[in-house]
């Protein structure tokens, strides 16, 4: 029970749908964080996002369901991820963890030391001594789901795999990890600065990360966007320290074909992406 007396919720049910009607469909719902720390959680934001759609308050400026704390993007991302990787079709998708993405895209691991200039272990002599090595083998061995995967794009694997006589799944799955084990094929993390080893597109939703969110700023600037004002002054280390990425003398800058912001606030991510949507 919410102790919120019966009256009091028709009255606030009248006055939102009278607010909808006379505005055209402009009832926002602004909320932060508190929601987003209790149980069914979700179906909270489920009843708001359905009051919204009974006034018709969805896709209107100065309308809809605005969150102002990062927190907030967890909560729609299980039902969203069933639409957008059609999970009633095939089983879920491995997800790629943030940092290990951005550490990688946006070079920073080009700048970082050995981790054992930070801290010496005790044990582990045939270990990885550099994260972006560490990186490399998680994906290598199935840890760590990285995109892209391969240097190539999947679609004309299958193809190729498909015209070297593979017809099945599992055919075409060793097809691929034969290519693997000769280096025909590589995966994409162990030379990332190759032309077509990083994304092209990048769509922001609901979150700042230029400026903001995104850790290394100088790095997004110089690798990820190639902004003309970016001042990086960090000096390179990671060479000679990495033993399973590929080293180039100069790295990419300006990884990004195009940005798109899904944004309701004119933020930094928002002044440096090619395209800005409503959201």
């Keep these: 029970h919410t102790g919120i007396a019966a009256a009091s919720l028709l009255k606030i049910a009248r006055e939102w749908a009278e607010n909808g009607e006379k505005s055209g469909g402009r009832n926002m719902i602004i909320v932060g964080a508190g929601i ?7 179906l909270i934001y489920r009843a708001a996002i359905t009051s ?4 018709g308050s969805v ?6 369901l605005a969150h102002y704390v990062g927190q907030e993007k967890v909560v729609p991302l299980a039902p969203w991820t069933s639409i957008a990787m059609a999970q009633d079709w095939v089983k879920p998708s491995r997800l790629q963890n943030t940092p290990s993405f951005w550490y990688i895209h946006s070079d920073q691991w080009r700048y970082d030391r ?10 582990g002599d045939n270990m990885p001594l550099h994260a972006a090595d560490m990186n490399a083998k998680a994906a290598r061995l199935g840890w760590l789901p ?3 995967q391969f240097n190539d794009n999947p679609l004309r694997l ?3 795999a498909k015209a070297a006589g593979a017809k099945t799944d599992d055919e075409i799955r060793g097809w691929l990890v034969s290519r693997l084990k000769s280096g025909e094929t590589r995966f994409a993390i162990e030379d990332p600065d190759a032309e077509g080893n990083s994304p092209k597109v990048w769509f922001i939703w609901r979150g700042n990360a230029i400026s903001a969110s995104a850790k290394g700023h100088e790095f997004f600037l110089k690798h990820v966007l190639g902004a003309p004002n970016a ?3 960090a000096k390179e280390a990671a060479k ?8 180039h003398e100069k790295a990419p800058e300006g990884k990004m074909d195009l940005v798109v912001d899904l944004n309701f606030r004119m933020d930094t991510s928002a002044l440096y992406s090619d395209i800005v949507l409503p959201a």
């Design 36 to 42: 987003n720390h209790w149980y069914h959680n979700d």
């Design 52 to 55: 919204l759609i009974l006034t």
């Design 59 to 64: 896709g209107r400026n100065g309308a809809g």
């Design 114 to 123: 050995s981790f054992v200039d930070y801290f010496k272990p005790e044990t």
């Design 146 to 148: 990285f995109f892209p």
């Design 158 to 160: 299958a193809e190729a």
């Design 231 to 233: 001042s990086c002054t």
């Design 240 to 247: 000679g320290a990495v033993k399973d990425l590929v080293w």
